[in-house]
Each structure stands twice: as C-alpha cells, then as structure tokens.
C-alpha cells in the first residue's frame, strides 16, 4: 500500500535530497525544528535542531513518542495566588518537527481524539495547533510492527509527509497548512511524474515486505476478551516490577495525576499535570485500602487491554501503533506484544478446535 | 495541527477570572467558593457548606459530584450531598487523606476550588411513577440523601419510598435530625441497623443490630422496586445477592461504584472500570452494565439458586 494511493495527483512533488538544506531553511523559518538525532550508539532522541546535518534521517524509533512536544511530561496548568485561580498560558513555541514515522504519527492521531474531545484539554490543543509535522518514510528493525496494527501508513497526524525514493523526496500534503507551505516551497519542488508515483509505490511495496514481526490481528479484541483468564498473564505479571517504564515511552499513554505545587507560606502556588503510569502500585486505590488492580497482573492485563483491545474512550479502539518502543524498554523483557498476542491466539484457537469436537 | 472536533465546556465566567473570555480555557480551573460553615455529624465526617458558587452548580442531580480543590494539599472528588443545589452547596466529607484533611484545617471565610458537576447520578426521571428503595451503607449516605431529598422534593411523582441505612456502629449515624424528622413525616419508609448498637444517644431513632442484609428482609421491599445503591464495596455483594433472591431484576438495580478519579472528565485515565470512565458513565451503573465489564469486584458473577 502506498501513501499517495488514495491521494490526488497535483498534492505530490519531489525534492532532490542535493536540495534539502534549501528545504531545511524554508522549514526553520516557520519555527524551531526538532528532528531525531542519535544520542548514543543505538539510540535516537527528537531534539531541537538548527541544520540538516544534525538529522539522522535513517533513525529508527526515538526513545519518546513526539506526544511529548504537546503533552509535555510535567505542565503548569493552573496558578493560584490570594486574590484568584489562574490558567497557566502554555508556552507557545512554534514548533517544526520532522520526521515522525506512521507509528507515531497514528499515535498523534489518537492523542489528538482524546485531548480534543468532550472537555478539551486546552493546553495539548493549543500547544498541537502551533506546530508543523513532516511525515517520513522509514524501514522496520525487528521490533517493529506497526504493520500488524494497521498504522503502517500514515493517514493522518501529519501537514506533509517525505517519503525517501534514493536521489528525492517525494513529497505529499495533507493539510491547508501543508498546502500552504508547498506553495512556498514550489521554487524548489517539481511537480511528482508518473516516475516518480511508481517510485514511491515500489518503495513502500519494498517496505511491506521487509516487515519481520508481527501477527494477523483481524481477531485481536475477541481473543482479548477470550483470553481475559489466560495463565500467561500471571507469568508475565510475576516478572513486573511495576516500574512504569512502558507507559511514558508509548506514544498512546495518556494517563496523568494533578498535582499541587505550593509556596513555603502557601498563599500562592500551582497546580500540576504530570504523565502517570497505570502500571504503578496506587494508580486505581481508593480509601478504605480498597485497591481495584492490586497485582502487576492486573495491572499488566489492564494495560495490555488498553492497547490490544481499547477502552470505550474517546478512541474506542485498539491502541498499540505497533512501534516497539515497550518491548525495547522493559527491563523484564515482559513486553514482547507481538509474543504476547501469538501466545494468546495459539490458546484461543485450541480453545475453538475443542469446541468443534465436542 | 491536529484535526479540531473539540465543544469547549468552558463556562465565560470562569474564563473572566483569568481574563481571557475569548477563547476555551482549560477544563480543569477550577471556580472559586467560600466555605462557610462546618457542622460536625460522627468522628471524622462533617458537612461543610459553601457559598458564592459558581451558579453551574446549580444544575447538579442526584448522585453526581464535584471536584474540590484545597490550594497546595490537591483535588478530591466528593457526591453532591444535596437534593437540589441553590445557594449554598453541601458536602459531606470524612477525613481520609492529604486533601480531606486539609479542608479540615480551613475556617469559615476560607476558600476553596470547585468543579464539576460530573458524572451521571441516579436516574431520578426513570425513577418516576415507581417504588423506589435506597440502600447506603456507612459514607454511602451521602450521595443517597442527594436521592432521598430530591423524590421528596417531588414527592408526588414518586411511589413508595424506602430508605436503609446501615453502619458499623450507632455513633457513626450521619444526618440523625433529618433521619428523625423523615421518620416524623412518614414521606419515606426508614430502616436502620449497625453492627454495634450502643445505646442510642439520638431518641426516636431505633437502630436494629445487623447489616443492610438484614433489613433488606425486613422491610418487605416489592419486586417491582427501583434500587438505589451506595456504600462500600464489599457491600454490593451481598446487598445484590440478597436482592436477587428477593425478585428484583438486574436491570432495577443501580450502583454507584467509587473509583480513584483526579480529573473527572474522562481524560486522567484514573477512574478506568472495565474500560469505561466511572467519571464520565457512572458513577451509577446499572446492575446490567456491569455483567460483562472486567474489574467489578461489586457485580456478583454467580447466578443465585432461588
Ligand atoms: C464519585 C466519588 C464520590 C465520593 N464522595 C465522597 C463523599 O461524598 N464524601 C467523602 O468523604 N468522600 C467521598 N469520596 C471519596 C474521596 O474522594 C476520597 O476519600 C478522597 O479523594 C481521598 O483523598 P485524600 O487526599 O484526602 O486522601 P489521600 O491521602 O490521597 O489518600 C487516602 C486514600 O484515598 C485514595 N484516594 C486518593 N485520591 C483519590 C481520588 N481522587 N479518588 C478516590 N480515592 C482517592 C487513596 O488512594 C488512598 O487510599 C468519593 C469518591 C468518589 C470517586
Ligand atoms: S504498546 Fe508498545 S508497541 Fe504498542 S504503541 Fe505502545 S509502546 Fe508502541
Ligand atoms: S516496563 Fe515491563 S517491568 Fe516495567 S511496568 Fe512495564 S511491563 Fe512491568
Ligand atoms: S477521573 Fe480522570 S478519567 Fe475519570
């Protein structure tokens, strides 16, 4: 699947990769830019950059998801003084960040459903609208597996997307605000041939096949669901420390806590938004010592469900985007999605046969 | 830039207060409200009563609740204590952490952080023209005096009223005058039991010893009954087994579930039950809801053998 396969024909041009640093200096006129740049022998960061030799463009998955950029770890929200209750203005930066994958790019797509619906979150909203987001192409490693999750290709979350076809870019736009910056950026862009669309379609073809990993997930939430009781889950859960590793680096988590910050004399202070982890031993305790989720099973199970089978949010689906990051930061090795899933299905299928016998 | 399907909740007047009624503000600013009156009930509960609020929480139902925040301690979620909300909001509250304590050190004049209301409370209009009974169990009262004083103040759309009310011990009775005075009025009929009876320091108000189970017997509930429910949770259980055995279906009984909830409006993740927001669908469930949800410890899975 491509792309550009369900997009209309004057949308896509081409960029000779020669010209980017002038396509670099279009883009930094708009804001600052962060891009993936290597922090260690094999990981990546975004991090705000001021040329285009900075980016590793091959980078694979960063340590954090782009949510960050809009819901940062810790965010004032509120102040307090005497006199009144304040709401605290984010800090609009006008932010360019380049290079977010399809997985990541679907799971902006969901933070977006959730921060903007019912009672919006203003702070991720407008902190989502003063920004530019440049899709990229990218080729999975042996964690990925977006493609089994169906956040393969991007659909949305991004203004334009590059994907890398050897000597160019090819380039889409799916926004007015992506629309409006190809127009800026016509001088110099050409218009995509029909070369360069069969170009584009054998690169992702290229990118389909190359995927390792993963697992037919067409029954993923009735096994889910049927697999509620399965032994594994106390298996894995008996190797949980709980140590909430997983949630911050998923580009999905959204749980927070509201925290107060107070002054020594507590006549002024804040209040807080900082990422939770349901993973953590209070998260669902109330009083009375009543604790819905006591064991790392119930909590594993509960966040499992979270991403394999949805909850009735405001996404109500499945959540994973399929980008790896859990199972490479789980220091118990617990998080193997994709061996977690075709263990579960190898039971739910015993349990099917059996019941055809019977 | 993301796609916009967002309806902003928010109220200009609290928008005023930061001086930007232009555009949506955060829907976790609270408004501010002044608490003026602290009456003590049992032990650690007491109800507080504030003013100068927000007119939005005028709106507040039965079995809904608010957020308050005391500057620098945090945000607790508390059930509107009240049939309906004028002036003045009540809140029952027992001391239990942080927050709660906090609130306790306040004096009348003080001012606290208020939002909401949230969540959907009893189905008071579904109630209508029917039996209701009400069963509370120790702090459980609270949202429940919500239930009771709102079908009296519409008495007349209402059937037979039941209301029970059990605690571990006779000290801890919460709103003695008023239960005394509904007695008095014969509006609904009262059963009360403790664990521990002590010899009742309120006259007039006769505490059998025994649990809500037991009253449940007593009080000759019809099958048709509406059922409201509140209390803690190891009381579902056996409230509900004892109402299956009695006739009621499922579907006529209604729980309100507590949760550990910080934002109350569906975003926190908090208050996830089963996959769906206690803030935002309870916290009144029906029975019914809960059978297929994970993580109800409340919803006795096991069919009764009547
Ligand atoms: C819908 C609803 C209605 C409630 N109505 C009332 C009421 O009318 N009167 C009343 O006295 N209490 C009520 N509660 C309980 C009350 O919210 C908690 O006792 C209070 O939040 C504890 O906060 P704290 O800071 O004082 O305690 P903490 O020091 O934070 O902790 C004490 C205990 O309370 C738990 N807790 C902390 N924060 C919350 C939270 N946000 N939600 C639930 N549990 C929490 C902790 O896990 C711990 O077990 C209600 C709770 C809910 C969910
Ligand atoms: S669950 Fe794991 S693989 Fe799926 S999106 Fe979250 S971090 Fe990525
Ligand atoms: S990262 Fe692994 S060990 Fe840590 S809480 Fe998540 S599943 Fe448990
Ligand atoms: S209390 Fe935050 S989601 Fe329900």
Redesign the interface.
Known sequence: MSVSSEKNVQKSFTLPKSDFDQFFTLLAQMGTVYAAVKVSEQSFAFRAVTSAKQIAFDAIRTILPPKKFFYPPSET??T?DKD????NEPELEFKVIFGVHPCDLAG?GIM????????????Y?RQ??A???IGHSCMPDKHCFCQSMGSDCAK??Y?IFLTDIDSDYFIEAL?P?GDQFIALAQPILAGATDKDHERNHHFWETRSAAFTNGFNSSNLKVTMEGE?DNKLWDELGERCLSCGSCTPVCPTC???????I?SLN?DS?S?K?EW?S?QFT???????D?N??PTPV?RLK?WY??KL??????YADKTCVGCGRCTVSCPSGIDDIVAVVKALQVSSAAKTSEGADA | ??????????RPDSCV??N?AS??????????AILSKITEMAYDNFLFEFEQIDPIFRSCLPGQFVEI?I?????SPISVCSGSVGETLQLLI?K??RVTKALFNLKPGDWV?LRGPYGHGFPVDLYKGKNVCMIAGGLGVAPLRSVWQYLIEHRRDYGRLTLIYGMKHSDEILFADELIALRHSQKLELFLAAEDVTVCHIANLEIEAGRVTDLLDLAELSTDMQVAICG??VMYRFAVERLRRLGIADENIWLSL???M??G??????C??G???AC??GPVFQLTELANM??V?EYPREKIQI
Not at chain 1, 282 to 288: D, I, L, R, T
């Open positions: 929200l509120i307090y009144g209750i304040y709401e902006l977006d459903k959730i921060f903007s619906s019912g009672h919006a979150d203003s702070h909203m989502r609208e920004s530019f987001v949305s979350g203004d926004t605000a509620w959204y749980c927070f806590d509201l925290v107060d107070a507590n202070g209040r938004r939770d349901c209070g998260f669902a305790k109330v009083n009375g009543f819905f989720r119930d509960f469900r979270h089978h949805g909850f009735d949010d405001a | 830039m993301p796609e916009n399907n967002s309806q902003s909740n928010c207060q930061n930007s555009r949506a503000c955060t829907p976790y600013l609270p408004t501010r925040w500057p620098g301690a945090g945000e027992r239990a952490g952080g803690p949770p507590e949760r550990h910080k934002c409006i569906g975003k926190c993740g908090h996830y039950i996959g769906k927001f935002q669908e994970h993580e410890i």
